[in-house]
């Protein structure tokens, strides 16, 4: 195992190439110094080392012109290179392959950002030094990139500690994206397109595109500058990337050993989860745009609200329909392959019915769970980071924080299970995979006003609009009530069942 | 060929346990919803009892209805192979050609009845039996105009007649995707909510980015938007023919290995 991390011939071919960048860079640092020099003497004001260092590692021409396409091409020279058989039979899984190529990555592009960082050091010799911001680099135009810098932070070293960390961060989650990419695909045709796209795009994005666009760009991330330009903040970002960084490597865990061909099958069985999780996210950043003048709870009431015998709206019907029952649709899919599939040979082996039934509905208790807690924070993280506010005040619905949790958790969860039950139920008694889109049509349907009249109806009762008029405790026991009533039936059918 | 095997299908098609599902379809949920709208709203024309009685409800279930109409009867003879078999007697493309205009038009024709009954029912019939207390009108009054309401000076008939058809065409695309998938893709359960998926996702879609007016269930049933250009109704529409275009060649392509 540990051979394979030897010194490798790519690093050998690369180790030219920090020569030349230093060069290429150094005399950018020259070009940039005279402008400083020459903007401050213009302007009369004051100017230090942080002006030079700083605009060195935040120029976007630099970035966008040199430094991008030179990672994409390290990048798609590393993927290229160190994919083949053998080491994908000695490192054994997908997942182990693109750590390696993480790995490889970084040891090409470490000295390539080592020498950056320390020409933007070293850079400042001549220049006059200090430890705080100078008064150029505080002023609005002129071409200075780092006003809203010397707004934000104390200290000008914070910002360059925050830079090199960001700048780590992006480029580790492009290169695992691509080398997930690249690992899914296999085709280099493929790659060379996106990474050529990535770079045009970054051009473009810069040039014409308006500054909120641009952050769809790897390019903008490598400039705490340029983030503060498109975000308004920074810490929030921070954050950010670093969950989706943890998230994708999470992600790539279940990519599966290599003797699975991961090429289609992975891809289509998780298709409905990826375009489930996108229309949950494209809703709440929809959502949280066009009402971001609310406070973040106030904004999860509105996502989550659901709808009652007297709120309706189609949008926030469609968002609870999308949320809840395309998370009971994805049960479904399971179903029809838990139960239609292999259901026969899994109650052989199991040889009772309710141990069979245990087997996997302790399975979808957990996920129900899972899925309220990730449901949440989710939806509040999003939030915060799309409106950019901390305000958790609730203002919307005349209720606690404790009654708007419980009713979220302790009915979300009932009310699931009672969705799972009675899917279950219909899916057990006809074996027509039809009657399950028939069943949540009808759940829709029941949601409409004028039906559900007296809440008694349990279908979508954990929305957030039925504690307008009703208090979660009563909505609780309602949905106990028809859980209970719900596995009786369950009882009845397994003990009636001649199926086993 | 095709003529005599379309003949054959449409025999088959007609038992009895179909023909108390196409009567439950059009029959039972226009009536239902009218005696939930009877005592509850105020009408002054016959035409908004008609388009009262084929909103919400109706729309909603739109895709669960089509896959209900005849595709269940298809997807039991592909499960149970039964398709392999009459191979001996039949060419397998005018078999499935015959079963797929079989099932456009039986579910294209039972949702065009769906529409065009209740509307008979609402403008001829029920002023006659005076079921409805209609509010005289006065100079305020503003009869909500929706799309589709622009055929109205044609007459009344022209209207509920290229209404229906619309909503039939609708239904002939939905019912058809959903066929294409059956003989795509292995999971039935994928197949049959394809239709169905499809309707409600793009209504979330449409209706978060604020342009209902696109959306698969307004451009439908337009009955819950202001009116709208006729041609915004064939955005979506045509969207879905070009789906149904490449579920169709990738069918094509797979044809040699199936079956």
């Known amino acids: 195992m540990k051979s394979i991390f030897r010194k490798h011939h790519i690093e050998k071919s690369f180790s030219y190439i920090w020569l030349i960048i230093g060069i290429v860079i150094f005399f950018y640092g020259l070009f940039l110094k005279k402008n400083i020099v020459s903007s401050a003497q213009h302007l009369g004001l004051t100017f230090n080392n942080w002006d030079i260092t700083l605009r060195l590692m935040n120029d976007m021409y630099l970035i966008i012109y040199f430094i991008t396409p030179l990672t994409l091409f390290i990048s798609a020279k590393v993927i290229l290179e160190s994919f083949n058989q053998q080491i994908l039979i000695r490192l054994g899984s997908y997942k182990n392959w693109i750590y390696y190529s993480l790995f490889r990555f970084w040891t090409v592009f470490f000295p390539l950002l080592f020498v950056w960082v320390l020409l933007s050091v070293f850079i400042i010799i001549g220049f006059p030094q200090s430890w705080e911001w100078s008064s150029l680099s505080a002023i609005d135009g002129y071409g200075n990139p780092l006003f809203q810098l010397a707004e934000n932070f104390r200290f000008p070293l914070i910002v360059l500690l925050e830079q090199i960390l960001l700048i780590i961060l992006a480029i580790s989650f492009m290169h695992i994206v691509l080398s997930a990419i690249y690992a899914l695909t296999k085709k280099s045709m493929f790659l060379i397109v996106i990474n050529i796209s990535v770079f045009l795009g970054g051009i473009i994005s810069f040039k014409m595109l308006p500054p909120k666009l641009s952050a769809l760009f790897p390019s903008t991330y490598l400039s705490i500058a340029k983030i503060f330009n498109v975000y308004g903040s920074v810490n929030l970002l921070f954050i950010f990337f670093l969950i989706i960084v943890l998230a994708s490597i999470l992600m790539l865990i279940n990519t599966g050993k290599i003797k699975k061909n991961i090429n289609k099958d992975s891809i289509l069985r998780n298709l409905p989860l990826v375009i489930y999780l996108v229309l949950c996210l494209t809703g709440l950043i929809v959502t949280s745009y066009s009402y971001s003048n609310l406070s973040v709870w106030d904004i999860c009431l509105v996502f989550l609200g659901g709808v009652s015998a007297d709120n309706f709206s189609y949008v926030s019907f469609f968002s609870y329909s999308i949320v809840y029952f395309g998370f009971i649709y994805l049960i479904q899919l399971f179903f029809s392959k838990e139960i239609d599939q292999i259901g026969y040979y899994k109650i052989i082996r199991y040889r009772s019915l309710y141990k069979w039934f245990w087997s996997w509905m302790k399975v979808l208790i957990f996920k129900i769970i899972l899925f309220l807690s990730l449901l949440i924070v989710l939806t509040l993280v999003t939030v915060v980071i799309v409106t950019g506010k901390f305000n958790f005040q609730i203002t919307l619905i005349p209720t606690t924080l404790f009654e708007i949790l419980y009713h979220y958790f302790i009915n979300g969860f009932l009310q699931i299970s009672f969705y799972v039950l009675i899917l279950f139920i219909v899916t057990w008694v006809s074996k027509e995979s039809i009657h399950g889109v028939v069943l949540l049509s009808i759940f829709m349907v029941l949601m409409f006003p004028g039906i559900n009249f007296t809440g008694l109806i349990p279908v979508g009762l954990n929305s957030f609009v039925y504690l307008f008029n009703s208090s979660p405790f009563f909505l609780t026991n309602i949905l106990l009530i028809m859980n209970l009533l719900v596995c009786s039936i369950i009882y009845y059918l397994f003990k009636k069942s001649l199926k086993i | ?259």
Do not use: C
């Not at chain 2, 025999?11 to 009536?31: E, Q, R, V």
């Open chain 2, 1 to 259: 060929m095709l003529a005599t095997q379309l003949l054959v299908e449409f025999k088959k098609a007609f038992t009895f346990k179909n023909l108390i599902t196409w009567m439950g379809i059009i029959l039972l949920l226009p009536l239902v919803k009218f005696f939930v709208i009877k005592g509850t709203y105020q009408f002054f024309k016959p035409i908004e009892v008609f388009q009262e009685t084929i909103t919400t409800y109706i729309p909603l279930l739109f895709p669960a209805l089509v896959i209900m109409v005849y595709l269940p009867l298809f997807w039991q003879e592909k499960r149970n192979d039964f398709i392999t078999y009459t191979r001996t007697r039949v060419p397998f493309h005018i078999y499935l050609i015959s079963k797929a205009l079989t099932n456009a038009y039986l579910t294209a024709s039972v949702i065009f009845l769906l529409i065009f009954v209740p509307f008979i029912f609402s403008i001829y019939i029920e002023p006659h039996i005076g079921i409805i207390d209609y509010t005289t009108m006065d100079n305020h009054t503003v009869i909500p105009e929706f799309t589709f309401s622009q055929l109205l000076p044609y007459g009344n008939i022209v209207y509920a007649l290229i209404y229906s058809l619309w909503v039939a065409l609708n239904a002939a695309l939905y019912t058809t995707i959903a066929f294409m998938l059956l003989l795509v893709i292995n999971n039935s359960f994928v197949a049959f909510s394809a239709p169905f998926l499809f309707y409600h996702i793009f209504n979330f879609i449409t209706g978060i980015f604020g342009i209902p007016q696109y959306s698969p269930l307004s451009t439908i049933f337009p009955f819950n938007i202001v009116k709208q250009p006729l041609w915004t109704v064939g955005i979506p529409f045509l969207f879905l023919v070009m789906i149904l275009v490449i579920i169709f060649v990738f069918f094509i392509k797979k044809r040699e290995r199936m079956l």
